[in-house]
């Protein structure tokens, strides 16, 4: 077995380094892709989150509207169409000074992980109720019988 052989064994050896680093490469992209890369269950529940904000939204968009905290255990679909369940909370409506401020928390477990995602979203000045009319502050009416 002369420099062919010693030639062949070199190559084996090198191609196996070569095969186990890439195994590695594509194990951490594969890892990588699973950690960052779409995942239903949080993709559902943002979705879900999304209608309940445009809800609470309208609920409190008008003066003097207010929503109490609540909790709903809910099932959410996902893309699948199968359903995952899930707790909603609406966790904190906040008067701050000119507005109001909504918070939602949802969780789900998925995949024997639990999933936690929360949306806040402010509203600046409530409007006044439809139909009603409403004075600004030191503004007098026109008098009636001016020339």
Do not use: C
Request: glycine share 8%; proline share 10%.
């Amino acid at each position: 077995m002369g420099q062919r052989g010693q030639a062949i064994i070199e190559t084996i050896v090198a191609t196996a380094i070569v095969v186990l680093v890439l195994g590695a490469a594509l194990s951490a992209a594969i890892t990588a892709s699973a950690h960052f890369g779409s995942d239903p269950a949080r993709t559902a529940l943002d979705a879900a989150l999304q209608r309940e904000m445009r809800t609470a939204r309208n609920l409190v968009k008008y003066e003097h509207a207010s929503l109490a905290p609540a909790s709903i255990e809910t099932t959410i679909p996902l893309a699948d169409g199968s359903p995952l369940p899930a707790t909603l909370h609406l966790t904190l409506v906040t008067p701050s000074p000119g507005g109001i401020v909504v918070t939602i928390a949802a969780q789900a477990t998925w995949n024997g992980a639990v999933e936690h995602r929360s949306m806040t979203s402010g509203l600046l000045v409530p409007a006044p109720l439809p139909g009603t009319s409403s004075t600004l502050p030191g503004l007098a009416p026109a008098p009636t019988g001016a020339p």
